[in-house]
Nanobody, 126 residues
Framework: QVQLAESGGGLVQAGGSRRLSCAAS????????MGWFRQAPGKGRELVVG??????????KPNYEGRFTISRDESKNALSLYLQMNNLEPEDTAVYYC?????????????????WGQGTPVTVST
């Protein structure tokens, strides 16, 4: 099992930046892919960006490429995922989730991931 814990959410003004973190614990050595998703109020959960851990390949949903950047930190005893969000807009208000997969190297959709964090809310004010 892999446990995921997001942090870094909060209130930010439009045009500002925010960095989200996801700390993974448990059987992290077998994580093949990870991703960031978000769920805006009244909408379904959607992919922001996915990453394949082996070669670092990424897939950004086109709406977010250029403003959002995914990164990872794989040290000996820890695995962390980050999402740097710049030039935030009120439409970016959502709960942001970290996801991981130990079953697949695919990383472009919800079905590719079986481990999920609880989410961290981001509110962008005007």
């Amino acid at each position: 099992q892999v446990q995921l814990a997001e942090s870094g959410g909060g209130l930010v003004q439009a045009g500002g930046s925010r960095r989200l973190s996801c700390a993974a614990s448990g059987r992290t050595l077998s994580v093949y892919s990870m991703g960031w998703f978000r769920q805006a109020p009244g909408k379904g959960r959607e992919l922001v960006v996915g990453i394949r851990m082996g070669d670092g390949s990424t897939y950004y949903k086109p709406n977010y490429e250029g403003r959002f950047t995914i990164s990872r930190d794989e040290s000996k005893n820890a695995l962390s995922l980050y999402l740097q969000m710049n030039n935030l807009e009120p439409e970016d208000t959502a709960v942001y989730y970290c996801a991981a997969s130990r079953d697949s190297t695919a990383y472009t959709g919800q079905r590719d991931f079986e481990c999920w964090g609880q989410g961290t809310p981001v509110t962008v004010s005007t």
